[in-house]
């Protein structure tokens, strides 16, 4: 454990404190499965791990419970929670409104050639991942494209509101990527919601995201089944619209 979540701490800028690169490093090693759903977390054990003091990692577990990540339980501890299928449908569904109305806005005002062009060139990037099966470079390449994309556009609150609905989602995509969506298919579709974006076809642009973000839906029920550990069981079943599944 100690190797990867010091790998995952080097990812984090040494911009900012230590408070918010030791949640950053926490938040990716909970979404990448490092910290796998139920684990139990000491204080202590982080502490020691990154040879911080106690403070900062308190701090860091009250947001990480705040997110929906951690579960701080009384006189029993702190763990890492399942996944509730709930949380990850009711996120998937704010993500997708807020970014389909991000690509039809996208395709409606243009964006600049310096944006189309970091997005094409996030995209031969994520392209470049599949063959050697980069799972974890994918996903830090899926995530660059997708907040590229939000801030091109002007969007910059919608990307907020993005990143703070989709903990619970992301962890579900990070296991979906091998597990379940392969990468090529992935990629082609950020190709035709660029391609959509480039030739300013609202409509195109935004049903593009609306099936991109809406290939979990399809990963979702296999990932239950091979790995019924890292779910929350006692959580309600909720069963997609037609709509969403059209």
Known sequence: MTTSLHALW????PDVNVRQRLYQALRQAIIRMVLAPGRALSE???ADTFDVSRQPVRE???RLSESGLLEVRPQRGTYVVRISE???MEARFVR??????????AAENGLSGNV?????????RQRRCAVPQDYSRFFQLDEAFHRALALGAGHTSAWRVTEEVKAQLDRVRYLSIPESTPIPKL????????????RQDPSAAEQAMCIHQREILHSLPELMRRFPAMFDASAPTRTPSKRETA
């Open 10 to 13: 080097e990812e984090t800028s």
């Open 44 to 46: 202590k054990e982080i």
């Open 60 to 62: 860091a577990f009250i």
């Open 86 to 88: 709930g949380a990850v």
């Open 96 to 105: 997708e409104a807020v970014e389909a109305a991000v690509a039809r806005s």
């Open 116 to 124: 189309l062009g970091e997005l094409d060139e996030l995209i031969e």
């Open 187 to 198: 990629v082609d579709q950020h190709q035709l919601i660029v391609d959509a974006i480039a």
